[in-house]
């Protein structure tokens, strides 16, 4: 099952050499398998344990997050804005399900 | 006392804290658990609690209180040129697996945000790697009122 994936950019259309935040939220469960359900059975771990981003197909930025990180989590990074381009965001958890999200970005 | 005046004269000793430049070692910080930290330490950097240096160009923003642990925002903002630093770690205490995230800047700047689960009141620790192996330290605590790990 893929991850829904939202890309945001902060400001949306930064100037040149002007700091911007990129913001990754992920609909994902993020299970550290610590919790129990109803009827007492522990659920199982499923967690986001890989992020990467990526900018004009170049690895620029890449998270390893542990299960103690909240469910639907946000990853925020800040760049600093050179060029246009396309953000591409990559996300993998530890049952292989991945997900895809892409930001564009303009220079005012 | 009401919310503004609590946030107000906390605010306050927060920042009387921040600015005597107390967080050195052994601070007393709510919800410390060395040994437990300790443990993820090794695993993680091969290194121990004693092998890191508080430092002040981390800015680790997490809040004070917070009314579930299911969802705790954490902030780390490095004073260093982004060519500096390899690796930003964060950690808490008490949960049962104290490493929350590794994130790596390559051609990011050395700012990271996210939002995690505590399982109880927990110190929180942001572990900054520099190229030089240089292990830098920033720590705060964050009291928790609902754990979200169990």
Redesign the interface.
């Known amino acids: 099952m893929a991850i829904r994936t939202i890309v945001r950019l902060t400001p949306a259309k930064p100037k040149a050499g002007e700091n911007f935040k990129l913001q990754v939220v992920a609909q994902h469960p993020n299970e550290p398998g610590t919790r129990r359900d109803a009827e007492g059975k522990i659920i199982p771990a499923k967690y986001i344990n890989q992020v990467e981003v990526y900018f004009e197909g170049e690895k620029v930025a890449e998270a390893k997050p542990g299960p103690s990180t909240s469910a639907n989590p946000l990853y925020g990074f800040m760049f600093k804005a050179e060029k246009a381009g396309t953000f591409t965001v990559k996300l993998k958890d530890t049952d292989g399900d991945t997900g895809e999200g892409t930001a564009k970005l303009e220079l005012a | 006392m009401n919310r503004r005046a609590f946030l107000r004269t906390t605010g306050v000793a927060l920042g009387a804290v921040a600015l005597a430049g107390l967080p050195v070692r052994a601070q007393g910080l709510e919800g410390e658990d060395l040994a437990n930290l300790e443990k993820a330490l090794q695993a993680v950097l091969g290194k121990g609690f004693k092998d890191l240096t508080p430092s002040n160009v981390i800015k680790l923003t997490v809040p004070a209180i917070a009314e579930s642990g ?4 954490a ?1 780390v903002e490095v004073n260093l040129p982004s060519n500096q630093v390899k690796a930003i770690h964060l950690f ?1 205490d008490k ?15 050395p ?9 109880e009141t927990s110190a929180v620790r942001a572990v900054v790697e520099t190229v030089d192996g240089k292990f830098l330290l920033a720590s705060a605590s964050t009291r928790v009122t609902v754990g ?3």
């Open positions: 299911a969802n705790v925002p902030e808490a949960n049962p697996t104290p490493h929350l995230v590794a994130f790596m800047p390559m051609k990011a700047l700012y990271y945000a996210t939002r995690v689960r505590l399982a979200g790990c169990g």
